[in-house]
Nanobody, 126 residues
């Protein structure tokens, strides 16, 4: 059983920064790509960023490019999302997700992920 636990959400003013972390347990972490998704109020879950199993390849949604950075530490079984220059439209619940075992390349679709965390809430005030 794979478990993903997010942390780091909170309330910040527009222009501020947050760093989200996701701790994974239950299997060989480095065998799978990881991703971050978010779901804003009244919206569908959307892709934010993803990283390949060994960290050599990343992908971002257009609105995150230049502001967010995804990284992973396979020795510590963690994946992080550094978010800078935050905007009110970044307000959402952010979810960490893991692809199924041996799916090593990033995916931008929720259906590409087999495991999800419970989410951490991010609120950006204007």
């Amino acid at each position: 059983q794979v478990q993903l636990v997010e942390s780091g959400g909170g309330l910040v003013q527009a222009g501020g920064s947050l760093r989200l972390s996701c701790a994974a347990s239950g299997r060989t972490f480095s065998d799978s790509a990881m991703g971050w998704f978010r779901q804003g109020p009244g919206k569908e879950r959307e892709f934010v960023a993803a990283i390949s199993s060994l960290g050599g390849s990343t992908d971002y949604t257009d609105s995150a490019k230049g502001r967010f950075t995804i990284s992973r530490n396979n020795a510590k079984n963690t994946v992080s999302l550094q978010m800078n220059s935050l905007k009110p439209e970044d307000t959402a619940v952010y979810y960490c997700a893991a692809r199924r075992l041996t799916c090593r390349v990033p995916s931008t679709t929720p259906s590409g992920y087999g495991y999800w965390g419970q989410g951490t809430k991010v609120t950006i005030s204007s």
